[in-house]
């Protein structure tokens, strides 16, 4: 079965770095894109990071130059980097995987159980 296994969150001052992971397991072949989605305490989920099997990404404007999601393949891992980290940024984290996509939107149906991630000011 597809699993998928978030990791790396914890609490850091405005302006560190975290690394998360998204490990998966499973038949992941198939897999057409992945992303990093998060949500705060009576916010929308809101998609933060994206990337595609041919190595694409895409990110939404308020960490662009900030969060860099990459992949290791060999490692069946996907990563998002985050640095210059604001209070703003303070959610939970989930991991999600996507076997198809429909018009350059990814159909996500996998999703792993969330990281926390705490910025203090």
């Known amino acids: 079965q597809v699993q998928l296994v978030e990791s790396g969150g914890g609490s850091v001052q405005a302006g560190g770095s975290l690394r998360l992971s998204c490990a998966t397991s499973?038949?992941?072949?198939?897999?057409?894109?992945m992303g990093w989605f998060r949500q705060a305490p009576g916010k929308e989920r809101e998609r933060v990071a994206r990337?595609?099997?041919?190595?694409?990404?895409f990110y939404v404007d308020s960490v662009k130059g900030r969060f860099t999601i990459s992949q290791d393949n060999a490692k069946n891992t996907v990563y998002l980097q985050m640095n210059s980290l604001k209070a703003e940024d303070t959610a939970m984290y989930y991991c999600?995987?996507?076997?198809?996509?429909?018009?350059?939107?990814?159909?996500?149906?996998?999703w792993g159980q969330g990281t926390q991630v705490t910025v203090s000011s």
């Open positions: 999600a995987a996507a076997q198809a996509s429909r018009g350059g939107y990814c159909m996500y149906n996998y």
């Open positions: 499973g038949y992941t072949y198939s897999f057409q894109c």
């Open positions: 990337i595609d099997y041919d190595g694409s990404t």
